[in-house]
């Protein structure tokens, strides 16, 4: 293992499983709270650190009306091109 930075973020250095039930219960305070919001009457957006490989869990909240996912698509973009990274992220929110 490297050795860690002062920018280092320690909590991914936990096991894999741990990350795992940090991010459900990440996803279940979500839950919650979206629920409240709309209770509240507010609309629920989501974004900051939605990326292709979490956006399923948020796609399943019904109470979220917005994806601000632009900076996601734009990264893979580098990689991928614009184009083929949209279709990707469209073809996610479908399923």
Do not use: C
Request: net charge negative.
């Amino acid at each position: 293992n490297l050795p860690l930075t002062h920018n280092a973020i320690e909590s991914l250095q936990l096991p894999r499983e741990a990350l795992k039930a940090q991010f459900h219960d990440s996803i279940e305070s979500l839950k919650n709270a979206s629920k409240e919001a709309k209770w509240l009457g507010l609309e629920v957006a989501a974004g900051h650190g939605l990326n292709y490989h979490n956006l399923a869990p948020i796609l399943a909240i019904p109470e979220i009306v917005e994806l601000n996912i632009g900076q996601s698509i734009i990264a893979r973009s580098i990689f991928s091109g614009l184009e083929t990274a949209i279709k990707e992220m469209v073809e996610l929110i479908k399923r």
